[in-house]
């Protein structure tokens, strides 16, 4: 551990002054040894260096050496063996129609599971901030979903959503609609991961805005009452302005969440028909193309070029969202 | 030195703090709000309406997990069945018996609890140093470097995941623990959650009362920082370790059906041709039981610590 190396020995060492000055205010400076200076100096630095080293071992070098990968053709038997091979990888993918059908159902679904879900949230949110009766329960309750894992939850999901003896068609039927083939169906197959996303993250994040809803100031919503505001008002006026940077925040980590949605789709699709997102791709996201071009048709360099796409489309998705931001916010 | 620089909770401070007798808030209680939201507010007590829609909500929150209870405790005929069973059956442990057999589920858990317990470990002990770092300590590019902690959580960790598996095949850690426990040693919602609390409950004139009596940085956090961060230590533990658990992308790449996590060695079971629903449900029970039992005792402070990490101003 780096930790200890700025830090002297423990207790008043035989070359520290330790306070013999009878000033009780403590004239610090007196007793700056080189020990302290240096401990003072730099502890913090220690103490910060291990989120900083990992995360630039794991998680930034991983994402640099991507783009190096990119340029290379690398097979997953032969990890060893980097081919260069320029821009053929991205050449590649811009002609594949697997990566364009991938990169509009990851929009899809993401645009389908992300809005219902902030909604709810707001919705959910709004109601937990009233003075209840049970609140605890009705928190911890919103948020076991959140508890369950991907795999649970898509095994869960998948039997509901079974077409023969699923429940959900079963319910369809009592009110006189026919079965509907959830996993063949492209927007029915959509509409059901998201359905498993949207249970597992709603209470999740209506707790983040629950908790930016009591930060508040009550005041607020008394100026607003005495200036005649109905309940629905102070809702648009005093509740959503309140929250916003935790909106732009929720926003932001669900769209991460949906670039990369993974696990849904793939026990969704139990088994073989997982991996490529349906017999006829109608549900494959761009984290199972990924993993198929990898894992499942061993080119390495190929799996690192969407990864890649992904990080951009990330980007290009933010730089969106601020001008979108920018512009409402000239219009309010 | 005093410590009692502790938020008190009050109707203010803390809405469900109404004034009950039962209500705990003595020192060392376990209802002290993690921090506190001066002037924070809710207007309104709920009427009927509010208390239906939240009961629907909590319906549709917790109907999936007892449903895999009932599809767990019948037979595979009886849960393919229209209408669909509603009532529990009595199969339960048969069922739990042969899914912990059939998708290694006895290795997975214990893979799991290492996991989790390891990475929840780490991010605990980091996050807190960081976040005294942060908080209490003067030192140049403090607010740089905080908004560059802060800036890593957009760089999600996945994308990383064809180098991170060259990595570790070249360490010869395929198929191993530490393959999945190194990468997610720290989190930077851990450090920016410790450093919130910290800035508020840890008084300055202790770190400096430490200091004047001579004692070192790494002995003000070992005697002063631990035993006042101790709740929101507790509570990141378990949101750490829920994440951890429930972690599966990268586990799914690196590691094999031999060595599984839970959640990897769960997809074994929905990938046979030939499938019995009722063990599937078993192994989802199974494989999400600890956390549940978790949620069921400590529900309220994991609740509690989400939304303090939440508050952004």
């Known amino acids: ?332 | 030195m005093t410590t009692d620089s502790i938020p008190v909770r009050t109707a203010d401070t803390c809405p469900e703090a109404a004034p009950k007798a039962r209500r705990n808030t003595a020192p060392g209680g376990r209802r002290r709000p993690l921090f506190r939201h001066p002037g924070a507010g809710r207007q309104h007590h709920a009427g009927p309406v509010a208390y239906i829609l939240l009961g629907i909500a909590a319906l549709f929150s917790l109907f999936p997990l007892y449903w895999t209870l009932v599809a767990a405790s019948t037979d595979n005929t009886r849960v393919t069945q229209t209408p669909p069973p509603f009532l529990p059956g009595p199969h339960l442990l048969d069922n739990l018996g042969k899914a912990w057999r059939d998708a290694a589920l006895g290795k997975a858990m214990l893979n799991s609890m290492i996991v989790a317990g390891a990475i929840a470990l780490s991010t605990v002990l980091f996050a807190t140093l960081a976040g005294f770092a942060f908080a209490k300590l003067r030192f140049k590019g403090r607010n740089i470097l905080l908004m560059l902690v802060i800036g890593t959580m957009l760089v999600p960790p996945q994308l990383g995941v064809v180098p991170l598996f060259m990595m570790m095949s070249e360490l010869g850690w395929g198929q191993t623990l530490p393959a999945v426990i190194f990468p997610t040693l720290v989190s930077a919602v851990g450090v920016f959650f410790m450093r919130q609390y910290l800035t508020e409950a840890l008084p300055d004139e202790l770190v400096e009362a430490g200091r004047v009596d001579g004692a070192h940085s790494l002995r003000i956090f070992w005697s002063i920082v631990l035993p006042i961060a101790r709740a929101p230590m507790a509570v990141l533990f378990m949101i750490t370790f829920v994440h951890a658990w429930n972690d599966f992308f990268w586990p799914f790449i690196v590691l094999d059906m031999t060595n599984p996590t839970v959640p990897v060695a769960l997809t074994q079971l929905s990938a046979g041709y030939v499938r019995d629903q009722s063990l599937i449900m078993a192994g989802a029970l199974l494989g999400t039981l600890p956390l549940l039992a978790m949620f069921v005792v400590f529900g309220r402070q994991i609740v509690g610590g989400i939304m303090q990490g939440a508050v952004k101003g």
């Open chain 1, 1 to 332: 551990m780096a930790i200890s190396t700025s830090t002297p020995p423990d207790g008043p060492s035989g070359t520290m002054p330790t306070g013999t000055d009878p000033d009780p205010d403590g004239d610090l400076l007196r007793r700056r040894t080189l020990l302290h200076r240096l401990d003072v100096g730099g502890a913090p630095y220690a103490f910060i260096a291990p989120f900083f080293v990992v995360f630039a071992a794991f998680s930034l070098y991983p994402l640099i050496y991507t783009w190096w990968i990119s340029l290379h053709r690398v097979e997953l038997s032969t990890l060893n063996l980097m081919e260069w091979v320029g821009f053929d990888n991205y050449t590649a993918l811009w002609n594949d129609e697997r990566f364009w059908n991938a990169l509009l159902n990851t929009f899809t679904i993401g645009v389908l599971s992300t809005v219902p879900q902030l909604m709810m949230a707001l919705g959910l949110a709004h109601l937990l901030n009233y003075q209840l009766r049970g609140s605890t329960f009705f928190r911890v309750a919103a948020l076991t979903p959140y508890a369950t894992s991907v795999g649970a939850a898509a095994l869960v999901f998948t039997m509901l959503f079974e077409r023969d003896f699923g429940m959900i068609n079963w319910m369809l039927n009592l009110v006189g609609v026919d079965n509907i083939d959830w996993e063949n169906n492209k927007w029915a197959a959509q509409t059901a991961i998201s359905t498993i996303v949207i249970w597992r993250w709603t209470g999740y994040n209506a707790l983040l805005y629950l908790a930016a809803m009591q930060a508040i100031p009550r005041d607020r919503y008394e100026a607003a009452a005495i200036d005649g505001a109905s309940r629905w008002q102070q809702f648009l006026k005093v509740t959503v302005p309140g929250i916003r940077s935790t909106i732009v925040f929720t926003i932001v980590l669900s769209t991460i969440g949906a670039t990369q949605l993974f696990g849904e789709p793939l026990i969704f699709g139990q088994g073989p028909n997982g991996i490529t997102g349906g017999a006829d791709n109608q549900y494959q996201t761009l984290g199972l193309l990924l993993y198929e071009e990898g894992w499942k048709n061993y080119q390495m360099g190929r799996a690192a070029t969407v990864a890649w796409a992904m990080f951009l489309l990330l980007i290009v998705v933010f730089v969106v969202q601020q001008v979108v931001r920018r512009v409402l916010a000239r219009r309010t």
